[in-house]
């Protein structure tokens, strides 16, 4: 698979989880995963998924 498509897939297994994407693209989990856990993390939007007090809403 081309690179430009394996970081996307890395994307989206960041978003929706590896076990999803491995098996809506068809492509190995393990494989997958080896690839996410060495991406750096997705960058989030300031105060999108905290609150002030650190909880999550």
Known sequence: MPEALWREAVSAAQRYGVSHV?????????GL??????AHPPKRQ???ASGPDGFLR
């Open 22 to 30: 491995a098996r809506a693209l068809g492509v190995g989990h393990a």
């Open 46 to 48: 300031a105060g999108a």
């Open 33 to 38: 995963k080896a690839r996410t856990s060495a």
